[in-house]
C-alpha cells in the first residue's frame, strides 16, 4: 500500500503554508487531509481478504491538486451544489453570485472553500481541526462567517466529519464534502456494476439547467429510486429527462429520517472487493453524482486518467437552490445561532 508522501505536500497558496496530515487507527486505515480547500486526499480502506487501497480520486502532489479538478475530496462553501442565476434575497436585499455553472452559481463560485487554505487549529494521529474565515462579500456573500471542519478517525472505520460556523450577518450556509469514491481503488474505471441504496422515499427533480423546480416527488416507480440497494449501471441510461439533464446521476435525495438527527444517508458497496461505505448525516439531503462528465482529462494518482463513471460522490447536504426555494428546510444563519451538521463515512466489508 503506497500512502501519498507527506513531503509531496508542502508549500504555499495565498501567502500560507500548505501541509498534509496523515490520520491512522488500530486496523490499519488511513484517512489523509489538506489543509489546502480542508480537502480529503486519500482513504485507504481493506477488501475483505485485508488488501488495502487509495478509494479516493484525486492527486499524488500538491502542484497536480492547485493545478487540477479543483472538487476532489473538497470542503464545497459557502452554498455547496447550486444556487439558481447566482442570486438570493435576503431582508429585501438582493446578493449577487459568481456565475460558474452554467447559468448558476455552484460550490460557492470559482474561489469558495475549496480554493482556500484553511488554518490548523490542532491535529492528532487520529483527528485534525481546520479553520477559514470568509469574510464579508467573499464570492458575493454577506457578512462574517467563521467556519471549522474537524475529521477524526474512529477505531470502528469511520471518518467523521464535523462542521461548525458562526456568523455576523444573516448569510446562507450550506456545507458539504465532495469526495470522488470507487471502492474497487482509485484507479479502477467503472462504477456502473457497483451497488449503491440510498434511503430516501422522494427526490428533487430538477430542471434542464439542473436547478430543482421546487417539486419533491417519489423515487417509487422510477430510476431513482434506491430504497433497496441494486446496480448503479441498471438504469442510469433510462430515457428519462431527469437522467437526461445529468447525463446520468447527479441529484438530489430527501434523506428518510427525522430533520437535523443523525440517520443513514446511503450504502455504497462493490462485490469483488466486498468494500462497503455507510454515508450518515444529521443534513436532509444527498446528492448521488455518477462522474458523468469525466473525460480522462484529469490524471490523477499513479498516472490514472479518470474517466466518464469512474466515481461516486455522495455529498450530505441541504437541498440545492434552497435559498429560493421557501418550501424546502432553510440554510439561512443568522447571527447569535450556531451551524452544526455532521457527516460520517463508514468502511467495512462483507
Not at 102 to 119: A, K, M, R, T, W
Not at 170 to 185: P, Q
Request: hydrophobic letters at 30%; a negative charge.
Amino acid at each position: 500500500m503506497k500512502i501519498i508522501d507527506e513531503q509531496s505536500f508542502k508549500g504555499t497558496f495565498k501567502g500560507k503554508n500548505i501541509a498534509l496530515y496523515t490520520l491512522k487507527n488500530k486496523n490499519g486505515v488511513v484517512a489523509q487531509i489538506t489543509n489546502f480547500g480542508a480537502k480529503i486526499v486519500s482513504i485507504y480502506a481493506p477488501d475483505r481478504d485485508g488488501e488495502f487501497k487509495d478509494v479516493l480520486q484525486g492527486f499524488d502532489t500538491i502542484d497536480e491538486w492547485l493545478n487540477g479538478f479543483p472538487y476532489f475530496g473538497a470542503i464545497c462553501g459557502r452554498y455547496a451544489n447550486r444556487i439558481a442565476d447566482g442570486k438570493f434575497t435576503i431582508d429585501g436585499t438582493e446578493y449577487s453570485l459568481p456565475i460558474n455553472n452554467g447559468p448558476n452559481s455552484l460550490h460557492g463560485g470559482p474561489e469558495g472553500f475549496n480554493n482556500q487554505v484553511f488554518d490548523v487549529m490542532s491535529s492528532s494521529k487520529s483527528s485534525v481541526k481546520l479553520n477559514y474565515a470568509s469574510v464579508d462579500g467573499e464570492e458575493g456573500y454577506p457578512g462574517n462567517l467563521n467556519f471549522s471542519v474537524t475529521y477524526t478517525l474512529t477505531e470502528n472505520n469511520e471518518l467523521i466529519l464535523d462542521y461548525y460556523a458562526t456568523t455576523d450577518k444573516a448569510t446562507h450556509v450550506n456545507i458539504c464534502s465532495h469526495g470522488f469514491f470507487n471502492l474497487a481503488g482509485c484507479d479502477d474505471g467503472d462504477i456502473t456494476g457497483h451497488t449503491m441504496m440510498i434511503n430516501a422515499k422522494e427526490f428533487t427533480p430538477v430542471n434542464d439547467v439542473q436547478i430543482p423546480t421546487g417539486d419533491i416527488l417519489p423515487v417509487a416507480g422510477t430510476p431513482m429510486d434506491f430504497m433497496k440497494a441494486h446496480i448503479i449501471g441498471d438504469r442510469i441510461d433510462d430515457d428519462t429527462d431527469q437522467l437526461k439533464y445529468g447525463a446520468g446521476y447527479d441529484h438530489n435525495w430527501v434523506i428518510n429520517k427525522p430533520a437535523g438527527e443523525l440517520g443513514l444517508a446511503a450504502v455504497y458497496s462493490e462485490p469483488k472487493s466486498g468494500r462497503i461505505m455507510e454515508v450518515f448525516t444529521t443534513q436532509p439531503g444527498i446528492q448521488f453524482y455518477s462522474a458523468n462528465w469525466f473525460d480522462g482529462s484529469d490524471v490523477g494518482k499513479d498516472g490514472t486518467a479518470y474517466t466518464k463513471r469512474s466515481a461516486v460522490c455522495l455529498e450530505a447536504q441541504h437541498y440545492p437552490d434552497s435559498p429560493n426555494q421557501p418550501q424546502f428546510p432553510s440554510t439561512l444563519l443568522k447571527p447569535g445561532e450556531e451551524y452544526k451538521e455532521t457527516c460520517i463515512y463508514k468502511f467495512s466489508t462483507k
